[in-house]
C-alpha cells in the first residue's frame, strides 16, 4: 500500500523547494534580471549542504533542525532584500554588526517592507504554529525521520561542495559585489565574504609614505602657493548646516506653481552655489557625513566611520584645526549625542562641547527628535551669545525633520501635492524637505536678525541622498523623470547642494565643477586664512582647483567613483564598468580613465593607513 506523503520522510525535499521558492523573491529584487535557471545551481547546493549536515550529524529532532536552518537561511534572504532596497548594495555581516540601530529607526526601517516580502516568512509562521501543538511535539520527541542512505548522502554533500567551490572561485575575483553575488549565488557570497575578510586584509601602507603632495599626485592636482580668496572672512565665525537627506534636483523644482524649497533658492540665488557637489557618505549615512565634513578623510570600507577603530583615535580635523587658531567649536543635534556614537565621535574629532536632546529635549517630536523649528529656534540665541563674546567659534548644526521615511504630522504639511503622489516615497520626501526649508527660512531670518549672519563664513549641504534609486517604484521613476526633465538615475541620488554664503561678497555665484563633503575642510580653512599645509587632508580647495576625483566608498560596487564628468560603476574590472553623464544621467563613452580607477584604490587605502596608524587618543589610553 503507498504510502502518504509525510514530512518526516522527506524534509530534504520538502525545505529545499521552500528554500529556492524565497531565494526567488530575493533574485528578483536584487538582481535586475530576476530568477533564472541559473539560481538553482547557485542557491539549491548550499541548501543541500546545510541538510546533509543535519541528516548526518541528528538522530532526533531532525525536523526541528531543519526548521531552525530554514527560519536562520530566511532571516538572510529577508536582510539582502531589505538592505539592499535602501542601499543597493548586498548586505553582509558586517550589515549586521548594525542591527541595534535598527530598533533606533524602527519606522524607517518598516516603510522599507513590500508585502510580498513577508511572503517568505509563511511557511515559518505555519511551522512555528505544528510545533506548539502538543501531538507533534511529543512525536518528533519520540520518533526521528526516516534515514537518507548513507551512499546517497555522500554522493549529495560531495557534488553540492563541489557546485559551491566551482560557483564561488572562478568568480572571486570581481570587484562588483552585486555581480559577483549573482555569479556566486547569495548565500555562497555570504560565506565567501566572510573567509574573504580574514584572508584578503588591504596592505597598510606606512603612514610615513603618505604625504599631502602623494595624495595630490593621485588626485591630479597641483596646489597653488598664492590660493585666490585665502583670508576672504578671516577672523569671522564658521557655521556648517548639514541638511538631513537633502539632494540637489529640489533646488528651484516647482510642482504645480508650488516652489518645493523657496527659501533655500532664495539662499542659492544671493550666495555662492556649488551646482555639480556630490555625499562622501557611507554605511553611516548621517554621521558618515559628520566624520568626512570635519575630518577630510575617507570613511571605512564596511562599517560607519562611528563603529570604527577610528573614533580611538585623535583625528586630524577641523575642530582641531580652528581650535589652534583661537576658535572655540560646537555642534548641535537633537537626537541623543549616544546615537551611532556621537559622543565618541565628537571626542575624535574635538568639538568643545555638544548640544543634544538633553538640551532640546522632545517637544514637537519628528523622526527621532525635535523638530527642526525647535532646533534652530533654541540654537539661534546659543550662537548670538557666543558671537557676543567676539572671540571666532565654530558651530555645525544638524537638521533631521526630513529623515527617511518622511512622515510628518498634518500639521506640519506646508504645500498640497498631486493625489498621485500621496502616500508614495516620492510624495513623502517632497513633503518633508518642503517642510525643512520652511524651518530652514525661520532659521536664516533669526540669524539675520540676530546679527550672526553678518559676522559668520555660513556653509550649507545635503548629508546624503533621500530617494534611493532601488526603492522607487516605476511610476515614482516616471514622475521624476517629468519632474527633472530626463531618467533618475545615480548621478542625481548623489548630487547634493553646497552653498556658501560669505561676508566678504567675493566668491562667484555658481561653481560648476566637481567637489564632495571631503573638500569643505579645505576649502572654509582658505577662506578663514588658516593654513592646511600641516594636516594631511584628501579634499581639495573647491576655489583653487578645477579638477577632482571621489571615490563612493558605499551604495555602489567597490572601485566606483565620481570624476569632472561622470560617475563610474565599476564593472567586473574597470574595462566593463560603465560611465553615467553627471549632465543628464545617461551612459557616455571614455567618462573615465583606468589610471583615475587604480588611483581611488590607493587613495582609500592611504586614507585608511594612516588613520589606522594613529596613536590613540590619551583619554582611550587611559581607560585601557
Not at 41 to 51: D, H, Q
Not at 177 to 197: Q, R, W
Not at 340 to 353: P, S
Not at 555 to 571: D, K, R
Request: glycine letters at 6%.
Amino acid at each position: 500500500m503507498k504510502k502518504s506523503f509525510d514530512i518526516r520522510n522527506k524534509p530534504i525535499l520538502l525545505f529545499t523547494f521552500l528554500l529556492l521558492l524565497k531565494s526567488g523573491v530575493a533574485w528578483y529584487v536584487v538582481f535586475n534580471d530576476g530568477p533564472n535557471w541559473g539560481t538553482m545551481f547557485t542557491e539549491i547546493p548550499f541548501f543541500l549542504i546545510v541538510f546533509s549536515l543535519i541528516e548526518w550529524l541528528a538522530r532526533k529532532r531532525k525536523i526541528l533542525y531543519y526548521m531552525v536552518a530554514n527560519l536562520f537561511i530566511t532571516v538572510i534572504y529577508f536582510a539582502v532584500l531589505m538592505y539592499y532596497k535602501y542601499y543597493g548594495v548586498i548586505a553582509t555581516y558586517h550589515a549586521l554588526q548594525q542591527a541595534d540601530k535598527v530598533t533606533k529607526v524602527g519606522e524607517s526601517t518598516y516603510s522599507l517592507i513590500t508585502p510580498y516580502y513577508l511572503f517568505i516568512f509563511v511557511d515559518v509562521v505555519f511551522f512555528l504554529f505544528l510545533m506548539f501543538r502538543p501531538k507533534y511535539i511529543s512525536r518528533w520527541k519520540e520518533r526521528g525521520t526516516v534515514r537518507m542512505s548513507r551512499p546517497v548522502l555522500t554522493v549529495i554533500t560531495a557534488v553540492s561542495i563541489g557546485l559551491c567551490i566551482f560557483n564561488i572561485w572562478p568568480n572571486h575575483a570581481s570587484m562588483n559585489e552585486i555581480k559577483k553575488a549573482e555569479s556566486m549565488g547569495i548565500l555562497n557570497y555570504e560565506v565567501y565574504t566572510l573567509f574573504a575578510d580574514t584572508t584578503e586584509k588591504e596592505e597598510i601602507i606606512d603612514s610615513k609614505e603618505i604625504t599631502q603632495t602623494a595624495v595630490n599626485e593621485l588626485k591630479g592636482i597641483t596646489v597653488p602657493e598664492s590660493p585666490q580668496y585665502f583670508a576672504a572672512d578671516q577672523g569671522k565665525n564658521l557655521i556648517v548646516v548639514q541638511m538631513e537627506s537633502f539632494q540637489n534636483f529640489l533646488v528651484g523644482l516647482t510642482i504645480d506653481g508650488q516652489e518645493v524649497t523657496p527659501n533655500i533658492n532664495k539662499l542659492v540665488k544671493d550666495n555662492t552655489y556649488f551646482n555639480n557637489f556630490y555625499t562622501d557618505a557611507g554605511q553611516g549615512t548621517t554621521s558618515d557625513a559628520e566624520f568626512v565634513v570635519n575630518t577630510s578623510f575617507y570613511v571605512p570600507k564596511n562599517e560607519p566611520a562611528t563603529s570604527s577603530n577610528y573614533m580611538n583615535k585623535a583625528l586630524p580635523s577641523l575642530p582641531g584645526l580652528l581650535k589652534s587658531n583661537g576658535y572655540h567649536t560646537y555642534t548641535f543635534h537633537t537626537n541623543s549625542v549616544d546615537f551611532w556614537n556621537r559622543k565618541e565621535l565628537y571626542a575624535a574629532i574635538g568639538f568643545d562641547k555638544y548640544y543634544d536632546q538633553s538640551f532640546y529635549g522632545d517637544d514637537d517630536h519628528i523622526a527621532f527628535g525635535s523638530s527642526d523649528e525647535v532646533l534652530f529656534a533654541k540654537t539661534v540665541p546659543e550662537l548670538a551669545a557666543l558671537d557676543a563674546k567676539e572671540e571666532p567659534f565654530y558651530a555645525m548644526v544638524i537638521s533631521m525633520s526630513a529623515h527617511h521615511p518622511f512622515r510628518l504630522p498634518e500639521d506640519k504639511l506646508k504645500m498640497t501635492l498631486p493625489e498621485q503622489y500621496q502616500g508614495t516615497l516620492l510624495g513623502d520626501y517632497i513633503q518633508s524637505q518642503n517642510y525643512a526649508d520652511y524651518a530652514m527660512g525661520q532659521f536664516l531670518d533669526e540669524l539675520k536678525a540676530s546679527g550672526v549672519w553678518d559676522d559668520s563664513l555660513i556653509v550649507f549641504y545635503g548629508d546624503h541622498q533621500g530617494v534611493p534609486l532601488y526603492a522607487l517604484g516605476d511610476n515614482e521613476k516616471d514622475w521624476l523623470k517629468e519632474l527633472i526633465g530626463y531618467e533618475y538615475g545615480y548621478t542625481d541620488m548623489f548630487n547634493i547642494p553646497f552653498i556658501v554664503h560669505s561676508p566678504s561678497g567675493t566668491l562667484p555665484a555658481v561653481i560648476e565643477h566637481t567637489g564632495g563633503q571631503i573638500d569643505i575642510l579645505p576649502t572654509v580653512a582658505n577662506l578663514l586664512g588658516v593654513s592646511v599645509q600641516n594636516q594631511l587632508h584628501f579634499g581639495e580647495d573647491l576655489l583653487n582647483q578645477e579638477t577632482n576625483l571621489l571615490p563612493v566608498r558605499h551604495f555602489l560596487p567597490t572601485g566606483s567613483f565620481i570624476n569632472n564628468s561622470s560617475i563610474y560603476v565599476t564593472g567586473e574590472a574597470y574595462a566593463d564598468g560603465t560611465n553615467f553623464s553627471q549632465k543628464d544621467n545617461s551612459v557616455i563613452a571614455g567618462g573615465s580613465t583606468e589610471a583615475q580607477f587604480n588611483n581611488v584604490q590607493k587613495l582609500l587605502n592611504m586614507s585608511n593607513s594612516y588613520l589606522e596608524q594613529l596613536p590613540d587618543r590619551p583619554d582611550v589610553q587611559s581607560e585601557e
